[in-house]
């Protein structure tokens, strides 16, 4: 069998099953960021995230900004879980004909993002290369009481996103900010139930925290914020690379914030039970299941 | 220009003056590892490695050996530090046509070596790629006064390695066991004054201990142990991916354990003062200076 059939998500089930990890490891994989036991209050954040031309990036694009988004993707998932990132690697696989000037100019763009976020590069590897590929990985701490994971969403829980959403591929994706400080400024308010960042696609996205959370949702056409530069609904339910966060928020917890008519994020929908699966009500207040999709590696 | 005439230890070193890191970062690139502040005795390790089909590997090599390589490469930078690893997280870019059982191959050598050290597998990414890349990072732990370093070897230190080298492009580059136990044998038994692991050729990589250790060294034929499948001694001077331990100890060290007569490493010379460079003594007793090399990305 190829991989195209299996598909990515079948390929990690697959890894999943084959993997022990010992009691140090609070969350395995299957979530934004791997969790570790670090000290009494808080827990260790692992995350990586490859990049390849011609996937992610093409030369075309400015180099500053494919170094930039290299480690902005994982500054999402850090985010995802409400953490703060510390420390990265980074991994460059480089064509050798590939110029100084440039490899410097996605370096430096890689680094300045770092400098904004305070997160120390440490170290790294690079090899020779067919194509360019960029792997970093990112270490980061998270308080116990504030790690948010996909699971833990509840049936009336209220769901929201940061931002907007759909057309990332003409731009955004080069360019959006990660959300750490949402993230931290929301756990230091409220009781999040869980929490996602949109890289697949919105209702991909959703899709997993209602399968880790065993629970259905139903979102509002009305409601989904459409990014300026996305041309549908459809761009905003089903395509990848937004970098936006999705959380669930219990009802009470909802009401604090939904008073202070909070611009950073907006309600979308609800948690429903899981035999209810996702839908979606249009304008005219029709519903219909939709089918989680979005951008798949193979 | 090109990145071939920069040079990867060029590229490197433009790098490293661009970073800034905080004071909870003990040792930044530079390293077999980034080393962490962590708690009142300990350390955390952080160290990464990319293999590239046809660089590192081809597609001919048995894929279990491919993933076990993966993880080895990077398990041996933590062992140059006398450190115990304890989460690796693995990102793959797969081309589309690849078969869902040799990447299973792949991940099960891979996840085999892990269990054999007690590594726990915590996540990772999968991306499509034109060809297939692997990127291991692996956290690992040590104690404050077990750390090795490239820097640390004194004029009269005697220079050690494991094993035996030259001729690993034959067979043993994706083979070789990752010196761990080894090294925390030895960090309990001596002072160790510098280490390295051996992944570029033994001149190379001594080279890095001179340099970082503001040293000379002076090294025997005689003494060099040269891997059955090695063809010269030009291999095991220069040639990469021997994968042993390269260390110096204080000479009252090195009696403590050559008086044990240890089958595990061979001494093999002796640090001088860094105006002498690295030489040779040949076994007719004649000394000639080497310029240290091995090999290179670009």
């Given at each position: 069998?190829?991989?195209?059939?299996?598909?990515?998500f079948g390929l990690i089930e697959r890894f999943r099953r084959a993997i022990r990890t010992d009691t140090?490891?609070?969350?395995?994989?299957?979530?934004?960021?791997?969790?570790?036991?670090f000290n009494r209050d808080s827990y260790q954040l692992?995350?990586?995230?490859?990049?390849?031309?011609?996937?992610?990036?093409?030369?075309?694009?400015?180099?500053?900004?494919?170094?930039?988004?290299?480690l902005a993707v994982c500054l999402s998932d850090i985010a995802a879980c409400a953490g703060i990132p510390r420390y990265a690697l980074v991994s460059l696989g480089i064509p050798p004909g590939f110029s100084v000037e440039r490899i410097e100019r996605i370096a430096r763009g890689l680094f300045a993002l770092a400098g904004k976020f305070k997160v120390n590069i440490v170290g790294g590897d690079i090899?020779?290369?067919?194509?360019?590929?960029?792997?970093?990985?990112?270490?980061?701490?998270?308080?116990?009481?504030?790690?948010c994971?996909?699971?833990?969403?509840k049936e009336g829980d209220i769901i929201f996103v940061t931002g907007s959403l759909g057309g990332s591929i003409r731009g955004k994706h080069l360019k959006f900010t990660p959300r750490l400080k949402e993230a931290r400024a929301l756990v230091k308010k409220?009781?999040?139930?869980?929490?996602?960042?949109?890289?697949d696609g919105l209702t991909q996205d959703l899709g997993h925290i209602l399968e880790q959370s065993k629970a259905g949702a139903v979102i509002y056409e009305d409601?989904?914020?459409?990014?300026?530069g996305a041309r549908n609904l459809k761009e905003a339910l089903f395509m990848g690379e937004d970098f936006e966060l999705l959380f669930t928020l219990p009802p009470a917890e909802a009401k604090k914030i939904l008073i202070l008519k909070p611009r950073g994020f907006k309600p979308i929908g609800e948690i429903t039970a899981a035999k209810q699966g996702l839908s979606l009500i249009d304008r005219r207040g029709r519903q219909r299941v939709i089918k989680p999709r979005g951008f798949r590696h193979f």
């Open positions: 069998m190829l991989i195209n059939k299996l598909g990515e140090s490891v609070a969350v395995p994989s299957g979530d934004d960021c791997a969790v570790l036991r692992f995350t990586c995230d490859m990049l390849v031309e011609g996937v992610d990036f093409t030369l075309r694009d400015k180099p500053e900004l494919i170094g930039r988004k290299a090899s020779r290369a067919r194509h360019l590929v960029i792997d970093v990985s990112v270490l980061g701490v998270v308080e116990k009481k504030n790690l994971l996909r699971s833990g969403a409220v009781k999040v139930s869980s929490m996602i960042d949109i890289s409601l989904i914020p459409l990014e300026p």
